[in-house]
């Protein structure tokens, strides 16, 4: 294949916008496509924006937002851990229960954290 303005020269890509054969002398290089003149690079960019916008718009290839549940297991943690820490040092002795309701919740935190990064791991 032949350059489609130097026919002596052969071709190294195809114009991503025109489709037309393009020499090393006539490539024009975007970020991600090859172009055979800057009207096409242009015309190349705002494709890229309006596709990039609409993925923006659809959440296509957007990570999804973390689950409250997360976050809420773990402040409750925290809450529970702190509380039996200050009982431990109000009555002199452990409080194993609370001790193990916040470890509960910090399991539970950590389950949904892992199934939600298990899930995403395509985004």
Known sequence: MHC?????????????????AVCEQCCREDARKIACSDTCVQELFVEQQTTDGLRGSLGIGIKPPMPPSVSTYFLFGMILLLTGVYMSFQRGGFDILTFAIAAAFFVMSGMSYRQYRSRCLSC
């Open 4 to 20: 489609f303005k130097h026919q002596e020269q052969h071709a190294i890509g195809i114009c991503a916008n025109c489709a037309k």
